[in-house]
Nanobody, 129 residues
Framework: EVQLVESGGGLVQAGGSLRLSCAAS????????ITWFRQAPGKEREGVSC????????SYADSVKGRFTISSDNAKNTVYLQMNSLKPEDTAVYYC??????????????????????WGRGTQVTVSS
């Protein structure tokens, strides 16, 4: 059974940092696409950052470019999201999602929820002003 477990969320002041982890199990951690999404209260879920192990491609939402960094540790079956210079508008539940059967059909689809078959339960990130 494929499982994704997020951790690392919490309460932080604006300008602070957090590192989220997405621990994966139930599949061979060789070929996959893992993306971080977030959902703020009253808003739609949005893509934050994507890592494709097929070619090492990394994508970021414009709102987090230069502040967030996605990385992968295959030895630990974990994908990380380092979040720096956090803003109150980054407050949301952060989810990781995985596609393990194929690469993305198009790179531009990385933030489309329908591209992913497996989802974690999320971790809350709250940034105070």
């Amino acid at each position: 059974e494929v499982q994704l477990v997020e951790s690392g969320g919490g309460l932080v002041q604006a300008g602070g940092s957090l590192r989220l982890s997405c621990a994966a199990s139930g599949f061979t951690f060789d070929d996959y696409v893992i993306t971080w999404f977030r959902q703020a209260p009253g808003k739609e879920r949005e893509g934050v950052s994507c890592f494709s192990s097929y070619d090492g491609t990394i994508s970021y939402a414009d709102s987090v470019k230069g502040r967030f960094t996605i990385s992968s540790d295959n030895a630990k079956n974990t994908v990380y999201l380092q979040m720096n210079s956090l803003k109150p508008e980054d407050t949301a539940v952060y989810y990781c999602a995985a596609q393990i059967r194929r690469p993305l059909l198009l790179l531009t689809l990385w933030a489309q929820q329908g591209e992913y078959e497996h989802w974690g339960r999320g971790t809350q990130v709250t940034v105070s002003s």
